[in-house]
Nanobody, 125 residues
Framework: VQLQASGGGLAQAGGSLRLSCVVS????????MTWFRQTPGKERDIVAA????????SYGDSVKGRFTISGDKAKNTVYLQMNSLRPEDTAVYYC???????????????????WGKGTLVTVSS
């Protein structure tokens, strides 16, 4: 199973970007697809999670109301629409998947078996 994240880049404060994460490989049925982000010297923080089976979503407090996570099963792709971007959203964004993680443990990196390479998002003020 491989995860390929894309869509990062440079945006101005108040602008938007859309990240994509495509899953390829053997037949794959995750429980959750999740976006994390990381800045230098800090741990990865959860941004948003998508329940692949039920379509429900969860968000980190700092992005609620601004970011939207969604999934397209036909394309094996999860998206992260980021609106009203702020300079503090600058980070490397990673997508991850797990077939076993439970909702109460979504923020735990160790709960995810598969990770994509990060995509850098830079927001200028």
């Amino acid at each position: 199973v491989q995860l390929q994240a894309s869509g990062g880049g440079l945006a101005q404060a108040g602008g938007s970007l859309r990240l994509s994460c495509v899953v390829s490989g053997r037949t794959f049925s995750p429980r959750y697809m999740t976006w994390f982000r990381q800045t230098p010297g800090k741990e990865r923080d959860i941004v948003a999670a998508y329940n692949w089976r039920g379509g429900t979503t969860s968000y980190g407090d700092s992005v609620k109301g601004r970011f939207t996570i969604s999934g397209d099963k036909a394309k094996n792709t999860v998206y992260l629409q980021m609106n009203s971007l702020r300079p503090e959203d600058t980070a490397v964004y990673y997508c991850a998947s797990s077939s076993s993680v439970i909702q109460s443990n979504l923020a735990s990196e160790t709960a995810y078996a598969y990770w994509g390479k990060g995509t850098l998002v830079t927001v200028s003020s």
